[in-house]
């Protein structure tokens, strides 16, 4: 399910920002789990990419902008969001974030779209 697209003479990825259609699993234990953490893939004035997780993709994008989000991006202003996937626990998407962190730049975006869920 697209969650939103950017327009592509913005973007040449613009067509990489997908949702997971679920947002709550049930665990083995009969639990709810949260699984409405977002993996994001920002661009910032200086063109290299910025990666995070946040629960509040829109909210999150506000306080890059603002330079209230992260030091990293505070500096390199403005930034673009690139891609962003959702559906994950915070665990899950922290050792995303990890793995996208470890891959050069060329494999950024193609790692973080092999953890979109299918519909």
């Not at 209230?68 to 998407?93: D, M």
């Amino acid at each position: 399910m697209v969650m939103h697209l950017l327009n592509s003479h913005q973007n040449k990825h613009a067509r990489c920002l997908m949702t997971s259609p679920y947002t709550i699993q049930m665990s083995t234990n009969g639990a709810n789990v949260n699984m409405n953490w977002s993996v994001y893939l920002l661009k910032c004035s200086d063109n290299s990419l910025y990666c995070g997780i946040t629960k509040d993709l829109d909210t999150r994008l506000t306080h890059h902008n603002s330079g209230q989000a992260s030091r990293y991006t505070r500096s390199r202003l403005p930034v673009k969001l690139v891609c962003a996937v959702t559906g994950f626990t915070q665990s899950q998407a922290l050792n995303i974030e990890y793995h996208i962190k470890q891959q050069p730049r060329n494999m950024k975006i193609k790692t973080l779209l092999k953890y979109e869920r299918k519909q």
